[in-house]
């Protein structure tokens, strides 16, 4: 039915407006009691073997919600209530801004891709907190994604993300530094080591005073070269961190396939399918490098439990999706969830660290 309705009605909007729509309508779910209640009943994972614990935070299931679609925090109960075992919100940035001009999202249906240059559009930390403050109907694990504001130049950037973790990491069960997407000019510069240091220690000082420590961790972005790859793992581990997020959308366009591929060569950052295999290689090279001194959250490309559980063979602790949704509709993260417990029971794994990095090098 989803796809149908995709086809025929919500494949004819622009992207941007279909996404504004969807998070209306579950903005709408997110104030109506009963019916969120009765959805997260049904949908949420349930089934013990599913249980994880990451950076002492106990999750439902393996599978999350990545940053990017629920930009303000205003969806966090329904998208708890639809099956994703977190949400995380987010991009977030100290001050409002509006983002990049439009158009800036574009759908490549037979790539089953997205490219965003959105630009971190988002109503700033502090209505962020107003939301995420208030009481919650049902139970929902929210990771909180940070990055710099458009206007603050790179000398400000770590008071400016000092300001948004003062606000943001006490009401978050984790803390993602962004440091990596495509659509903030010189955000991506962030990552070399000698910049990303400070900038971490200094968010991290903030997390570690919160009444309960918020972990915190730091997303990547999938086009590092490898020795960048090990560099920022080094430094993840020498300053404590809590994991790493691997990874962001992709300024590549090598892995399109088709005619898409010839007119997707606008900017902004690609995501879905086409970075898989980006996506699981830094992910496989991450859990050589760190092993299990860190907690590795896998996105990028993640459709079906196929992903879900080749990603955590790799070594990934938690996995996140976003783009698939847009294709396989509301029910997609149930789906994911149920295939994967029969999964597990079929491999007899009553405990998913059974399995978490069983392929690793």
């Known amino acids: 039915m989803y796809r149908f309705v995709f086809s025929q009605v919500l494949s004819r909007l622009d992207a941007e407006d279909a996404h ?30 599913l249980r994880v614990q990451a950076f002492g935070v106990h999750f439902p299931g393996p599978f999350g919600l990545a940053a990017g679609f629920d930009k303000d925090a205003g969806c966090v109960e329904a998208m708890s209530a639809l099956g994703f075992s977190h949400v995380e919100v987010g991009t977030i940035t100290a001050h409002a801004q509006p983002g990049n001009a439009r158009p800036r999202l ?25 939301l995420l403050s208030r009481p919650r109907g049902v139970p929902a694990i929210v990771g909180v994604n940070i990055g710099k504001t458009k206007v603050v130049p790179e000398s400000g950037a770590v008071d400016d993300y000092v300001t948004s973790a003062r606000k943001l990491a006490p009401l978050a069960d984790y803390l993602v530094v962004n440091v990596s997407s495509p659509n903030t000019p010189g955000l991506r510069d962030l990552q070399a080591v000698e910049l990303l240091g400070p900038l971490l220690r200094a968010v991290k000082e903030i997390a ?3 009444p309960k420590r918020t972990p915190l961790l730091v997303k990547i972005a999938p086009d590092l070269a490898d020795d960048d790859v090990d560099a920022v ?17 992709t300024i590549s366009r090598q892995a399109l396939t088709g005619t898409e591929r010839d007119r997707a060569q606008q900017s902004g950052g690609l995501s879905g399918r086409p970075l898989k ?6 992910l496989r090279r991450l859990r050589a490098r760190v092993g299990d001194r860190l907690v590795l959250v896998s996105v990028g490309g993640v459709e079906d439990v196929d992903d879900v559980w080749e990603r955590l063979l790799a070594g990934a602790t938690l996995v996140q999706g976003y783009s ?22 079929r491999h007899g794994v009553v405990d998913l660290r ?7 090098a």
Do not use: C
Not at 233 to 249: F, P, S
């Open 106 to 130: 574009f759908r490549l249906v037979g790539n089953r891709a997205i490219i965003n240059r959105m630009g971190f559009n988002n109503a700033g930390a502090s209505a962020a907190a107003r």
């Open 233 to 249: 793992a080094d430094l993840a581990l020498e300053l404590g961190l809590d994991g790493i997020i691997a990874t962001n959308t």
């Open 354 to 360: 059974q399995i978490i990095g069983r392929t690793a």
């Open 20 to 49: 504004h729509l969807t998070v209306r309508a579950l903005r709408a779910l997110s104030v109506t009691p009963v019916v969120k209640r009765l959805l997260h009943r049904s949908l949420a994972p349930r089934d013990p073997a």
């Open 324 to 345: 698939a949704l847009i294709y396989e509709g509301p029910f997609w993260a149930h789906r994911v969830n149920r295939e994967l417990a029969r999964r597990l029971r």
């Open 277 to 282: 295999a980006r996506s699981l290689e830094v």
């Open 208 to 210: 570690d005073a919160t």
